[in-house]
C-alpha cells in the first residue's frame, strides 16, 4: 500500500510539473501614464500579477525599464524579467516575466519587421518590434519559443492595413521557428484586434493567419481582455478582445488549455461598467486585464 501511496504522490507532482501557466499583459504605460498623468498603482499591479500565478507572462508598455526591473526583483520573489532595448515611437519596451525555478532563458532576440517600413531599422520609430525568447522547462529541459507581442492600434483603414501585414510576419516567424527544430511556440501579447467583437475584416484575416501559421488561439472565449470610452460620452465603457495567447499544436500536448481573464475583466464579468465599477485596475494600473492559458 505504501508504494502505491509514493507512486502517486510522484505521479501527482509529475503532473504538476508538467503544467505550464502563460500569460500576458499590457501594463499601461508603467510607471507614468503621461497622456492620462497617472502613476501606475503599485501595489494594485503587485496584488493583480501575485494572484494570476504564472511561469510565464508577457508583458508591453514598459517606459520605464529601470523600475520596473526593479519592482520585479523587490516584489516578485522567485522570479526574473527580461525586456526588449527597443521600444517604438512610444519607448513602450516588451518582454517576459518568468519563474526562475520553472523556467531558463536561453535566448532573447527582436524582430525588428514589426516596427514597419520606413523606420530606418531605428530602435524607437515605427511600432515594438516582437520580443522572442527560448526557453528551457527545468524539469523536463524542454524548450519552447515565446513571442511578445504589441501590434499597431487602431480601427482606421492605415492601421488595419499595417496590422494585416504584422498577421503576415508573426505567421512567417512562427513558421520559422518551427522550422528550427522547435515545434513548442506560443505567441502572446496586445494584438489590438478591434475588429474581433465584431467579427469584422480585420477579425477575418486576423483567424486566417492562426490557421494558416498552426496556432490555436486559447483566448478566443475568455469574453474581453481590454475597455475603452465605447466611443460615446456616457460614463460608461465598453468590453473588447485586443489581447491573445496563441499556441501550436505541440505546445498544447494534444490538451486542452483552461484560460482565464483577470482584473477588472474578471470582477464585472466582461459586462459595460463604469471606471467606479472597473475599480482600480482601470483607473490606476491598465485599461487592459491580465489573462492567462495553463496548458497541459
Known amino acids: 500500500m505504501k508504494w502505491i501511496l509514493g507512486f502517486a504522490a510522484l505521479l501527482s507532482v509529475s503532473l504538476a510539473q508538467a503544467a505550464l501557466t502563460l500569460g500576458t499583459y499590457n501594463i499601461r504605460n508603467f510607471d507614468y501614464d503621461e497622456r492620462e498623468r497617472i502613476n501606475t498603482n503599485k501595489p494594485a499591479l503587485e496584488s493583480i500579477l501575485k494572484g494570476l500565478r504564472f511561469d510565464l507572462l508577457g508583458v508591453n508598455e514598459i517606459n520605464n ?33 518568468y519563474n526562475k525555478a520553472k523556467l531558463k532563458l536561453v535566448s532573447f532576440t527582436e524582430e525588428m519587421q514589426f516596427s514597419g517600413e520606413g523606420n530606418g531599422g531605428g530602435c524607437f520609430a515605427g511600432s515594438r518590434p516582437a520580443a522572442v525568447g527560448l ?65 469584422d475584416e480585420d477579425y477575418k484575416r486576423f483567424t486566417t493567419m492562426v490557421t494558416n501559421a498552426g496556432l490555436n488561439d486559447l483566448s478566443k472565449n475568455i469574453g474581453c481582455s481590454a475597455y475603452w470610452w465605447g466611443g460615446s460620452e456616457d460614463g460608461i465603457e465598453s468590453p473588447s478582445l485586443l489581447d491573445h495567447v496563441l499556441a501550436t499544436g505541440p505546445m498544447l500536448k494534444n490538451k486542452p488549455a483552461a484560460s482565464t481573464v483577470g482584473a477588472h475583466c474578471k470582477a464585472v464579468s466582461c459586462r459595460e461598467a463604469s471606471p467606479a465599477q472597473l475599480g482600480v485596475s482601470y483607473t490606476g494600473v491598465s485599461d487592459h486585464c491580465p489573462q492567462t492559458a495553463t496548458i497541459r
Request: glycine share 10%; charged share 20%; net charge positive.
Open 135 to 199: 526557453f528551457e522547462e527545468i524539469s523536463t529541459r524542454e524548450r519552447f519559443y515565446a513571442i511578445q507581442l504589441h501590434l499597431k492600434s487602431g480601427s482606421n483603414a492605415d492601421s488595419i492595413q499595417k496590422r494585416t501585414r504584422q498577421y503576415q510576419q508573426l505567421q512567417q516567424l512562427v513558421k520559422k521557428l518551427v522550422a528550427s527544430g522547435v515545434a513548442n511556440v506560443v505567441a502572446m501579447g496586445d494584438m489590438n484586434t478591434t475588429g474581433y467583437v465584431l467579427r
Open 65 to 97: 525599464v529601470a523600475e520596473f526591473n526593479s519592482f520585479i526583483g523587490r516584489r516578485m520573489v522567485g522570479y526574473d524579467v527580461t525586456l526588449s532595448n527597443c521600444g517604438g515611437a512610444h519607448g513602450q519596451h516588451l518582454g517576459f516575466v
